[in-house]
């Protein structure tokens, strides 16, 4: 069986993919750059962050920067934010607009 903490993260997945008014046939697999990577955001949405080796994820406003202590999963993010993932092996990422 799944662990509660898996079963969390998977809930609140849910629902904030449930928020987003998209379609997810709408979303985007943008380039992924050179460690760190760092991603724009051009409009509100979700990143999906997954696989590749990810030592860090941060959240970037106004220039400056708050890891989100994760390696992995969805971040929303604000029109001008920007995400930054740093890794060794190339994440997939995964824009879906909101």
Not at 6 to 13: F, K, P, S
Request: proline share 8%; net charge negative; hydrophobic share 40%.
């Amino acid at each position: 069986f799944p662990s509660h903490d898996t079963i969390t993260r998977a809930l609140i997945v849910n629902a904030l993919v449930d928020r987003v008014e998209t379609p997810v046939e709408a979303s985007s697999t943008p380039v992924v750059p050179s460690s760190p990577a760092s991603f724009v955001v051009a409009s509100d949405g979700l990143y999906v962050v997954s696989g590749g080796t990810i030592s860090a994820i941060d959240y970037g406003r106004g220039g400056a920067f708050t890891s989100l202590d994760v390696t992995g999963g969805v971040v929303p993010i604000k029109h001008g934010d920007t995400l930054r993932v740093t890794y060794m092996v190339a994440p997939t990422v995964r824009f879906i607009p909101q």
